[in-house]
């Protein structure tokens, strides 16, 4: 079955002659994996960072440590700084960041599992959503995963 979001993502980015990067956390790739099962994906997608840790996020992507120790890795701030850092790093048109918690644990009240701050990085700036999600861990990482090319569409558009 064909991933029709990343189609529509790919056929956006060839038309406009631009390049996406991707900066994952709880997907664990899943992201660049969906654009890259698309043929002629290396014509627009430049490359991906799994930033799992927070020495990951702060080393790879340039997020601010004192942004991690004040908001926490699953955030927007980091969410946005992280898609910021994919986008200078790999010097992409778009960028799109994933942070959560996939569960089934690690979870608070003040951030559930489930909790997903995703971003995408273009060239009027960053958006960021929020997400809670009531699925198993691997629900929760597709359900990011469907998103995050979501908004990536809407920020094309």
């Given at each position: 079955?064909?991933?029709?979001?990343?189609?529509?993502?790919?056929r956006r980015?060839t038309a406009?002659g631009?390049?996406?990067?991707?900066?994952?956390?709880?997907?664990?790739g899943?992201i660049?994996?969906?654009?890259?099962?698309?043929p002629g994906?290396?014509?627009?997608?430049?490359?991906?960072?799994v930033a799992?840790?927070n020495?990951?996020?702060?080393?790879?992507?340039?997020?601010?440590?004192?942004v991690?120790a004040?908001?926490?890795?699953v955030s927007?701030?980091?969410?946005?700084?992280?898609?910021?850092?994919?986008?200078?790093?790999?010097?992409?048109t778009?960028?799109v960041?994933v942070?959560g918690?996939a569960?089934?644990?690690?979870?608070?009240?003040?951030k559930?599992?489930?909790?997903?701050y995703?971003?995408?990085?273009?060239?009027?700036g960053v958006?960021?959503?929020?997400?809670?999600?009531a699925?198993?861990?691997?629900?929760?990482?597709?359900?990011?995963?469907?998103a995050?090319?979501a908004l990536?569409?809407?920020?094309m558009?």
């Amino acid at each position: 079955m064909a991933d029709e979001s990343a189609l529509e993502v790919g056929r956006r980015l060839t038309a406009q002659g631009a390049t996406v990067a991707t900066a994952e956390s709880c997907t664990g790739g899943l992201i660049a994996h969906r654009l890259t099962n698309i043929p002629g994906s290396s014509a627009y997608v430049l490359g991906g960072v799994v930033a799992y840790s927070n020495a990951a996020k702060h080393a790879l992507l340039g997020v601010d440590e004192a942004v991690l120790a004040e908001h926490g890795a699953v955030s927007a701030p980091v969410a946005e700084q992280m898609a910021r850092g994919a986008q200078l790093a790999f010097g992409a048109t778009y960028a799109v960041s994933v942070t959560g918690i996939a569960g089934p644990g690690g979870g608070s009240a003040d951030k559930p599992v489930g909790l997903t701050y995703i971003g995408v990085a273009g060239p009027a700036g960053v958006t960021v959503e929020r997400h809670i999600w009531a699925g198993d861990r691997e629900q929760n990482k597709a359900h990011s995963a469907d998103a995050a090319l979501a908004l990536l569409l809407k920020v094309m558009t």
